[in-house]
């Protein structure tokens, strides 16, 4: 039997330091200027692109790691810097882990670094799946995809919403609906290329939070895709479409499994909001003075903070937990991913809560932190499957049965 450790190995806790130092030094003094100008924050992009934190390489790296435990680490560490910026500079993967999910290894190969560009050429990559009637019901989505036999190429038609990077990005990859009367079951994923006709942007959100990630609606107007930007190719989709149509089974634990690999990553950036607040509060607590003694004395604080470190840690081990399972092939047979997205999202509310709570009138004012934490902290309980939707999968999960 191999022995059990919690401990961090050297690879692990030298690319733990590595990205915690750029936060601290490039992200976190850019956040408060970058949550008020809500633009993506192309300088910290360049500037991570030209350490190799932007790069496919590294994104790789991470997500092979067999522990599974790196990509956690680095998308915590990120967001402990700050979210909006962190969700700039990841929202990239997102198209990438579409990719990795539905494609071959030569349109991996072809696609991923083109996702991120060189750091002279920086390239952006987004994943549209969600739509203004199907967000949480990804089972009616309206945009279509019909093959063109004569050209061998995809007509798609539809609107996007809520995308990361959508409209701004050079690769986007696209979730329609192929066969509408199979639902989910008659769905695939298209490559459409930089500057394809027919894709542009639609209407830019303006958001509470996360304000430095460009969030928009994409529209497509008979957009054309070569045949070769099927992730998975003609072959592989006709195969689905017809064991859906004769009803058979199709392997929910193989989706489920990428569902539940990708949460982990969502919830790490909800970790590092919670951790950034839990500190800066207990910092706070141990400086300011109120009836004669610092305010941490005081058990009304103190327990807040006790609590406040609890959920912190208990969120980071669930998330290791789902990633560790994720990369070691493990069935997640309670949801563990959900489990872990859903805890860590709302601790992140909570503690954020809490830290203006002990802060006060200070932890209302945007001269410090602890607001922002709090208003970039909501979107973790809502995007990537909102609370209610993971509660739903773990319900599932645990008994068996169709829980609505």
């Not at 924050?41 to 932007?54: L, T």
């Not at 092939?329 to 872990?340: I, N, P, V």
């Not at 602890?370 to 999960?397: M, P």
Request: net charge negative.
């Amino acid at each position: 039997m191999g022995e059990f450790s919690m401990e961090l190995n050297e690879d692990q806790l030298q690319l733990q330091k590595w990205v915690h130092d750029f936060s601290e030094n490039v992200i976190r003094p850019a956040a408060s200027e970058w949550d008020e100008r809500e633009e993506t924050p192309w300088p910290i992009i360049q500037e991570a692109a030209k350490v190799g934190i932007y790069s496919f390489d590294f994104v790789a790296q991470c997500f092979f790691d067999p522990t599974g435990i790196l990509m956690p680490i680095m998308n915590e560490e990120l967001a402990w810097g700050d979210a909006g910026i962190t969700l700039s500079l990841l929202g990239t993967t997102l198209g990438l882990a579409g990719i990795a999910a539905n494609g071959t290894p030569q349109q991996m190969l072809e696609w991923g670094p083109q996702c991120f560009g060189t750091p002279e050429k920086i390239q952006l990559a987004a994943f549209c799946v969600s739509e203004p009637d199907a967000g949480s019901d990804v089972s009616s989505l309206r945009t279509r995809a019909v093959y063109d036999e004569a050209k061998d190429e995809w007509v798609l038609n539809g609107t996007k919403t809520w995308i990361t990077n959508g409209g701004i990005a050079d690769v986007h990859v696209v979730v329609a609906s192929v066969d509408p009367e199979l639902k989910s079951r008659g769905q695939a994923s298209f490559i459409v290329p930089p500057g394809t006709k027919g894709l542009s942007q639609g209407q830019k959100f303006k958001k509470m939070g996360i304000r430095a990630s460009h969030t928009a609606e994409v529209v497509l107007d008979d957009v054309r895709v070569p045949g070769s930007c099927l992730l998975g190719g003609k072959e592989k989709l006709d195969e689905k479409l017809a064991r859906a149509r004769e009803g058979k089974k199709s392997s929910s634990q193989a989706a489920m499994r990428t569902f539940e690999a990708s949460r982990p990553s969502v919830g790490a950036q909800a970790v590092g909001i919670a951790r950034a607040a839990y500190e800066y509060a207990l910092d706070y607590a141990k400086e300011r003075e109120a009836f004669g003694k610092k305010i941490i004395q005081n058990q009304g604080i103190a327990f807040k903070l006790a609590d406040m470190k609890t959920r912190v840690d208990a969120s980071r081990l669930l998330v290791w937990r789902a990633a560790w399972m994720g990369a070691t092939q493990k069935d997640f047979t309670a949801g563990e991913g959900s489990m872990s997205k859903l805890f860590a999202g709302e601790t992140a509310v909570k503690v954020t809560e809490e830290a203006i709570q002990i802060m006060g009138g200070y932890g209302y004012i945007r001269e410090h932190p602890v607001e922002r934490w709090h208003r970039d902290s909501k979107i973790y309980t809502i995007f990537e499957g909102t609370s209610e939707i993971q509660r739903l999968i773990i319900a599932r999960a645990i008994s068996g049965l169709y829980i609505a």
